[in-house]
Every structure is written in C-alpha cells, then in structure tokens.
C-alpha cells in the first residue's frame, strides 16, 4: 500500500517561493509516476506537474511551466515540487498522487493521494 505525504506549504507574497516535499513509502517506488495536483475551494482539482520516478519524462501544466518545477531524490523516496515566482492564482491546497506507471495529467488515474498541503499566495 503506498503512502503520501505532503509537507512545505505556507504564506509566501506574490513573487516568492516554496519548495513542497511529498514523501513516499510502501510498495514498488520505481514502477510509479508521481505527481502534483492542486485545489483552490469551490474549484475542480486541476493538474500541476508529473514525472516517472525513472527517467527523464516531466510533463506541466501551461499555467506553471517556468515557475514550478517537479524532481526526485530515489534515495530519500521523495518528490519535490520547487514553486518560484508565486502568484496569487497559484493559492490552493497542493496534493501528492501516485499510479503505477505513465505520466498522465487526470487526476481519477491516479489511485494513491496525500493528504494535501495548503499553499497561500498574498498580493
């Protein structure tokens, strides 16, 4: 059973950063994607940034490429998600998510979800 957990997330003003960390343990780490997804209140859950855990396949969201970018470190078991340039639309609580193999930007692929990490955003 794979489990998730989402840390990093605050008050940052508009043009500042984070560095959100989603933690990962149980079951075969290497056969995964994982992912960021975000959900402002009243919104749908939209889709962030993804990447295989091996190899070199990334995939954004237009509304972040430039400013977000998605790593891993395989020894810790932990994928990050870099915000830089933060902007008052980009407030939402971000959640970690994970399925076995594939990047894909839908959200009901994936089976395995953190517990989300709230990130505000201040003009």
């Known amino acids: 059973q794979v489990q998730l957990v989402e840390s990093g997330g605050g008050l940052v003003q508009a043009g500042g950063s984070l560095r959100l960390s989603c933690a990962v343990s149980g079951g075969i780490v290497s056969a995964y994607t994982v992912a960021w997804f975000r959900q402002a209140p009243g919104k749908e859950r939209e889709f962030v940034a993804a990447?295989?855990?091996?190899?070199?396949?990334?995939d954004y969201a237009d509304s972040v490429k430039g400013r977000l970018t998605i790593s891993r470190d395989n020894a810790k078991n932990t994928v990050y998600l870099q915000m830089n340039s933060l902007k008052p639309e980009d407030t939402a609580v971000y959640y970690c998510a994970a399925r076995i193999r594939g990047v894909i930007s839908s959200a009901p692929s994936y089976a395995y979800w953190g517990q989300g990490t709230q990130v505000t955003v201040s003009s």
């Open positions: 990447l295989a855990w091996t190899g070199v396949n990334t």
